[in-house]
């Protein structure tokens, strides 16, 4: 199961722009020269986000968010954040509805939105209304786990066997992280 380049580069894009705001202010804290050290420290702040970026998405699409919880219950990861972690992932598309909602009945209403005081006070409603609307939800959510007698922790499958291939791919990627690491440490580099 190969991961599309056209998923992993929009995913890029969507950090890219907090990446800048990160990055361009440290690139220009002594005016405008640019100081050596600090290209390389903004370099080293934009690669490691890329690269957890790939990682998350090679961790994600390669298997279902079920076979992801199981694996990290089976890594020992605490109950309680595998949990947080589902339950998240599960109502954050229900949350995701509820914006869009009540975007479109801004517009049914022919909010145009912009920073005045009257659209400011319409937003900070909308904010309000969306808080009350994820309590009362997630009290709904609460009760109906607790009716299916859920106890606070989800159950997990048995996990698959560990193949000589899986452990071959393991050894590359710690010796391959290990000697970035080295490197880094070692302040041997290109730049």
Known sequence: MGIPVKSLFKR????????????IPLLFNQ????????????????????????VLTILLDSQSLEQFMNSLAHLKVPPILITVLMLSYRYVFLFLEDIQKMQLAAKARFFNGGINIKSLRTYGQLT?????????????????????????????????????????KSLVVV???????????SNIGLI
């Open 175 to 185: 010796l391959t992280i290990s000697a970035l690491v080295i490197i880094e440490k």
């Open 31 to 54: 005016g405008l020269s640019l100081i050596h050290d600090n290209v390389i420290f903004a370099l080293l702040i934009i690669t490691k986000a890329f690269t957890s970026m790939t």
């Open 128 to 168: 309000g209304c969306l808080l009350i609307k994820s309590l009362d939800r997630s009290e709904h959510v609460y009760e109906a786990l607790t009716s299916r007698s859920f106890t606070g922790q989800l159950q997990f499958g048995s996990c698959k066997a560990v193949s000589k291939f899986d452990i071959s």
């Open 12 to 23: 890029c894009l969507i950090i890219t722009p907090f990446l800048l705001l990160m990055t």
